[in-house]
């Protein structure tokens, strides 16, 4: 045992740990045999507090300030008081200083989706993400529920675990509160406080605090988002027919503009040129009212076949069939058939050359 290593262990009298770090929360004072030397000095730095442990027991806590380590009341025992025990002092002490400023800027984020039911999209599933900033309140419950014997405590070994609550609260949170996934943007401030204050009774449990939670984002699977961007786009677009309009002449453009089109490349810049000149002549047509539209073209007319003992005959027009109905060629039994009929069928359950027998009388009654 090197003998500068003991004697730097008992002229040790300043207490005290200035942190370069940003994730420490607890720093246990190292020193030869966890003993102190009576009389010594402990400072407590604001955003700082002290936890002294006498034989595995958290005997007392140091709020900021200077402190003699030479009180009565305090249970230290140092070798000095001890010589027969050859500087080997059977009572050990440990001092934890713990940082009770703010940690800032640590994530959290959901690991799988969360499922809930939308009052627009129906069952829909959400990812979410955000920051959170912990503080420890109350040190002596942290010590115990926490720490325990570790001598450097950072924010990575309990961020997982706050982790963890803060997305089981959030989940709740979000599925039972009926917003639509469209609004939750609006009301990240309000899920961010509901959600602390649900988790507080839970973290301080701890001896820790959340003097802050932020939601950063809310998301959506992503077929449902490129779904709602087609109908974003929609909506921008505006007019369909004056987008598809442009978007075929942007289509000519770039087969006119292609080098290896050949002749058909022109003639698709020409037509082009010809079809942007007609349109914007009639934009520039200012009040002249536009010229009527063509007609639309006659309806086509349906032409008959007829089928008498076993020989088929046709086509006839309507009109050819309304010659034969007055002449007896046509009856109503005698089977037609035009295209789009399912089968053959006799004239008088065809409603349009049903009407052809009700032109002419029927046969007189027989005398009575």
């Given at each position: 045992m090197p003998i500068m290593d003991f004697l730097r262990g008992q002229f040790i009298d300043v207490i005290e740990w200035t942190d370069d770090t940003r994730d420490?929360?607890?720093?246990?004072?190292?020193r030869y045999g966890n003993e102190i030397k009576y009389g010594a000095k402990l400072t407590v730095r604001e955003g700082q507090t002290a936890v002294f442990v006498?034989?595995?027991?958290?005997?007392?806590?140091?709020?900021?300030?200077?402190?003699?380590?030479?009180?009565?009341?305090?249970?230290?025992?140092?070798?000095?008081q001890h010589w027969d025990h050859g500087f080997a002092s059977p009572f050990k002490s440990e001092i934890y200083f713990i940082s009770t400023a703010r940690f800032t800027d640590l994530k959290w984020g959901t690991k799988n989706p969360i499922m809930l039911r939308d009052p627009e999209f129906g069952p829909t599933r959400i990812r979410a993400f955000g920051t959170y900033t912990v503080r420890v309140a109350d040190a002596a419950r942290f010590m115990t529920e926490i720490v325990g014997t570790d001598g450097e405590f950072t924010t990575d070994e309990i961020t997982n675990q706050i982790r963890n609550i803060i997305v089981q609260q959030f989940s709740q949170v979000v599925a039972g509160s009926g917003i639509p996934v469209l609004d939750m943007a609006a009301n990240t401030g309000e899920f961010g406080k509901i959600v602390a204050d649900r988790i507080s009774a839970t973290i301080t449990e701890y001896g820790l605090t959340l003097p802050e939670l932020y939601i950063e984002n809310i998301s959506l699977p992503p077929a449902v988002e490129e779904a709602l961007d087609k109908r974003t786009s929609m909506g921008v677009v505006g007019d369909l027919n004056k987008y598809t309009q442009f978007q075929t002449a942007e289509a000519m453009r770039a087969a006119a503009d292609n080098p290896g089109g050949g002749g058909m490349g022109e003639g698709l810049g020409m037509g082009m040129g010809m079809a942007m000149a007609q349109g914007l002549t009639q934009a520039m047509g200012g009040g002249r009212a536009a010229a009527p539209a063509a007609p639309p073209p006659p309806p086509v007319e349906h032409v008959w076949h007829i089928a008498v003992n076993g020989q088929t005959s046709g086509p006839?027009?309507?009109?050819?069939?309304?010659?034969?109905?007055?002449?007896?060629?046509?009856?109503?039994?005698?089977?037609?058939w035009t295209a789009g009929q399912d089968g053959w069928k006799i004239a008088n359950d065809v409603p349009e050359l049903a009407q052809l027998f009700t032109v002419m009388p029927p046969p007189p009654p027989p005398g009575v």
């Open positions: 420490t929360m607890v720093y246990r004072f190292e006498h034989e595995g027991q958290l005997a007392d806590v140091f709020t900021p300030g200077l402190y003699m380590l030479e009180t009565n009341n305090m249970p230290i025992m140092t070798t000095l006839f027009s309507k009109a050819d069939l309304g010659r034969m109905a007055q002449s007896g060629e046509l009856t109503r039994q005698t089977h037609v």
